[in-house]
């Protein structure tokens, strides 16, 4: 299944107004054109997408995100603490894998 198709699979899901890509790092960050959010999308689309196992994780992420998302979406501290204790050092990790890969 491709990315396009693993989108639009769970569309239905996503909470509004959120977009279909990265939503979680998008509630945290408090914005989903926000500059950072290009290397989770860019890790999905050209890493992540060109696997099986990438496109399970991908599935499982829209599965899970949209409750993650309305949970954490009116929680400042929680939002906070999303933002540097797991996003900031998976964008870390990300930067790194994209520029060993490319």
């Known amino acids: 299944m491709n990315n396009k198709k693993v989108i639009q699979k769970h569309l239905f ?20 054109i926000y500059s950072k959010l290009n290397y989770f999308r860019e890790f999905r689309d050209k890493f992540l997408a060109r ?8 599935s499982l992420y829209y599965f899970v995100s949209p409750r993650l998302v309305n949970f954490i979406r009116n929680k400042t501290n929680l939002k906070i603490i999303l933002r540097y204790i797991l996003l900031e050092p998976l964008l870390f990790l990300l930067k790194f894998t994209i520029f060993l890969l490319n």
């Open 51 to 58: 696997t099986k196992l990438g496109n399970k994780l991908i």
């Open 13 to 32: 899901q996503l909470p509004s107004p959120y977009s279909p890509t990265c939503f979680i790092a998008t509630v945290a960050y408090g914005s989903r």
